[in-house]
């Protein structure tokens, strides 16, 4: 009996206080075919992409899943690592654009698939829906901007109340311990990705996924403004500058800031583990670092309670109203979907899929046989 393989979870692109911000460009490279889908709504990319990664991960191939902060049910991507195969949907929000059309990228072009005839009556429908869409997302992102702000007044009252110099000898500490002595004399393999993302339903993570396999977790605790962001730049400099393979996982909310570093090839896991993507150890090698008892002036939660307490009750009420426009701006597409489900040949869609199969199935062939 074949194994499957592993299924690893990530995001390319989310929904943040910069709008919708992707990382495809890094989490793409190094593939040798990308398949773009091009489609409207409902005419079936996620499910045709779930199902080939599904399939190959039965065979027994790792696969990686890229999905969509914009439905939770939904892929934006799957990955085949070992075959360097990807199939992408390629109609937003995110943007990619070939960069060697035909020997690399391939577009599939899924409105063949539709009767135009059976859309053109719902014209003026489906162009106000596509307006309500965008303009949700707009508020949605107007929102989350604003949270960014009351969290940076969050921030202030950690980093006035930091000791920079215990801050820094934790990081010190922390590199000497993943790195005395190791490195690697080869490029590092550096990947960009978010760990997690505001959704419709609220912030969702893979955090569990993503380090299933990893030996030793580090659970960063702290505050906001507390270091815990700088500390994993650090180390992600001191990774790549020494030639080992990293994921950088950005913050699904800001993401100038990082949220977690995998070192794989150190067995290293190290992640802030605060709220929305709060956790303990759970495992004999988890360890956690307390950047707040370390760095932080002590009673200064106590000290600025009031202040403090002000801050979170408005930085979750923008929250909340984000999340409220992302839901209502997937109960837009949901409709929209509608109008293209009922217009779309799903044989002519699984065509194109079985079309994608077979050329995958050629590529694996010719790397067995190289």
């Known amino acids: 009996m074949r194994v499957p393989g592993k299924i ?11 709008g919708f911000y992707s990382l495809y460009d890094s989490c793409l490279q190094g593939l040798e075919r990308l398949y773009i889908l091009k489609g409207a709504p409902g005419c079936g990319k996620s499910s045709l992409m779930k199902s080939i990664g599904y399939d190959w991960n039965d065979k027994g191939y790792d696969i990686e899943f890229l999905h969509s902060a914009s439905d939770n049910q939904s892929v934006e991507g799957v990955l085949i690592p070992c075959l360097k195969v990807g199939i992408v949907n390629g ?52 929102c989350f901007s604003k949270a960014l702000e009351v969290h940076d ?34 490029k590092a393999d550096v990947r960009h990705r978010f760990l997690g993302a505001a959704t419709p339903k609220g912030a969702v993570d893979f955090v569990q996924n993503l380090t299933e396999d990893v030996y030793k977790r580090y659970f960063i605790k702290g505050r906001p403004g507390s270091g815990k962001s700088t500390l994993l730049k650090k180390i992600a400099a001191i990774s790549e500058e020494k030639g080992f393979d990293t994921e950088i996982y950005h913050c699904g909310f800001d993401p100038n800031s ?86 779309v040949d799903f044989e002519k869609v699984e065509v194109l899929k079985e079309e994608i199969e077979q050329e995958i199935k050629r590529i694996s062939m010719t790397a067995q046989t190289t």
Not at 111 to 132: C, V
């Open 8 to 18: 690893t979870n990530y995001y390319a692109g989310g929904n943040t206080a910069k």
């Open 91 to 142: 109609s937003g929000p995110q943007v990619i654009e070939p960069k060697y059309p035909g020997a690399v990228e391939e577009y599939i072009n899924l409105g063949i698939a539709w009767d135009s005839n059976q859309l053109i009556p719902y014209r003026d429908e489906i162009e106000k829906l596509n307006a309500q869409i965008q303009k949700a997302y707009g508020d949605a992102f107007s």
């Open 153 to 186: 007044e969050w921030e202030a009252i950690y980093i006035d109340n930091m000791d920079f110099s215990k801050a820094n000898q934790l990081t010190e500490e922390l590199i000497e311990a993943f790195f005395a002595g190791k490195s690697l004399h080869k």
């Open 258 to 343: 990082l949220d977690m570093i995998i070192i794989r090839e150190l067995g290293i896991a190290i992640f802030d583990s605060t709220a929305p993507h709060e956790y303990f150890p759970e495992r004999e090698n988890d360890e956690i670092v307390d950047m707040y008892k370390r760095a932080i002036t002590a009673g200064t939660d106590e000290k600025y309670a009031t202040e403090l307490l002000d801050i979170t009750e408005r930085y979750s009420s923008y929250m909340k109203e984000a999340i409220g426009y992302l839901a209502e701006a997937k109960a837009y597409n949901d409709e929209l979907e509608q109008y293209y489900i009922h217009a």
